[in-house]
């Protein structure tokens, strides 16, 4: 067994160390995009009220700026997916029971995948086909347009409430292999000392 996830998996890695490999890698990336999104969010905002004040001045890196933090969104929603389907897999692996899968994460992951499918009205992308996810979306589209705490549908602070209890289930386990194999070291040299 490997130590730590932080330890590239090897020729005789589990699939249950794997999983927990790609586990981490998907829980660190939801908390860096969703951080890099409220960043640029943020940076976003400060630019549209500065150009409220001032409206001869229109600031060119506006658009800029939006695109970043549409495309750090639809990042944060990917690696949410990949997340939720590396803890789907490691469950599987240790024959722990099944983690609830979010439809909703899901739908709006294959929305963005298949965007370029889409029927577009102002800024809002509507589903070419009823079967399309962007039809089973809550709202039947999806708004080009960013802001409110949410990646696209979905709450930002429910997807980093996830990664970060997936990283503390992982450092949870990292801290109780490490206190198990000081326990057996130290059970081992008590024993060799006795023998002496």
């Known amino acids: ?13 589990t699939g249950a160390e794997h999983a927990l490999f790609f586990s981490q890698i998907w829980a ?3 908390l860096r995009h969703a951080a890099r999104s409220n960043q ?14 001032d409206l001869s001045w229109t600031d060119p ?3 800029r700026v939006f695109r970043d933090w549409w495309a750090e969104q639809h990042e944060l929603v990917w690696a949410s997916y990949q997340l939720e389907r590396w803890q789907a897999r490691l469950a599987t692996e240790r ?6 899968q979010d439809d909703q994460l899901k739908l709006l992951r294959n929305a963005l995948e298949h965007l370029d499918e889409a029927r577009f009205e102002g800024s809002a992308a ?5 079967s399309d996810s962007l039809a089973k ?9 960013l802001g409110g705490g949410t990646a696209f549908t979905i709450d930002i602070e429910r997807l980093v409430d996830r990664a970060r209890s997936a990283l ?9 292999e490490l206190d198990r194999r000081e326990q057996a070291a130290a059970e081992w040299y008590l024993e060799s000392q006795w023998r002496g």
């Open 28 to 30: 660190e990336a939801v």
């Open 95 to 100: 024959g722990e029971a099944s983690i609830e």
């Open 61 to 63: 890196e506006l658009p």
């Open 137 to 145: 979306l809550p709202t039947g589209s999806l708004h080009v347009a």
């Open 126 to 130: 509507y589903p070419a086909k009823p």
């Open 168 to 176: 503390t289930r992982i450092e949870r386990e990292h801290t109780a």
């Open 1 to 13: 067994m490997r130590l730590h996830s932080d330890e590239p998996p090897d020729d005789e890695s």
């Open 40 to 53: 640029i969010g943020r940076d976003h905002h400060e630019r549209l009220r500065a150009e409220d004040h």
